[in-house]
């Protein structure tokens, strides 16, 4: 019995060492990859020439300025998360993760909608994305 236990903390403290020494490993070699490589931006996308280019990207912030019930002027902030050509509207349409505004209570809030540019928003560039 206490033969066993002896082979099964043997074992244990192999595992232990053999564990460690991977993680030890993969932290050595992801810490010596270079910056300019882990910080490369993604290239971006060749649209076909029948689509005009759309008015945000994603990662940029914007801002949707609005009047409420009351004739008080809202803003909400906002992050373009998502990008599409609405085939049968023929324009671009957005999802916007809402991050803040002039209701604070309101916010974070991602609505799922798809939002267009051309109607019923009136959306403006606070930050293009990478600047």
Not at 20 to 39: D, E, G, M
Not at 95 to 114: M, S, V
Request: charged content about 25%.
């Amino acid at each position: 019995m206490a033969e066993n236990q002896a082979t099964l903390q043997a074992i244990e403290e192999r595992s232990q060492k053999s564990i460690f020494s991977r993680r030890k490993f993969f932290h050595k070699t992801a810490s010596a990859l270079p910056l300019p490589i882990a910080l490369r931006r993604q290239p971006s996308i060749k649209l076909p020439d029948k689509y005009p280019a759309p008015s945000f990207q994603i990662g940029d912030i914007i801002a949707d300025e609005w009047l409420d019930e009351f004739d008080v002027k809202q803003r909400d902030i906002g992050e373009i998360v998502g990008i599409c050509w609405h085939p049968t509207n023929d324009r671009w349409e957005y999802l916007i993760n809402w991050t803040a505004g002039t209701i604070p209570e309101l916010y974070p809030c991602f609505d799922e909608r798809l939002i267009s540019h051309e109607v019923g928003f009136e959306l403006s560039l606070v930050q293009r994305n990478g600047e």
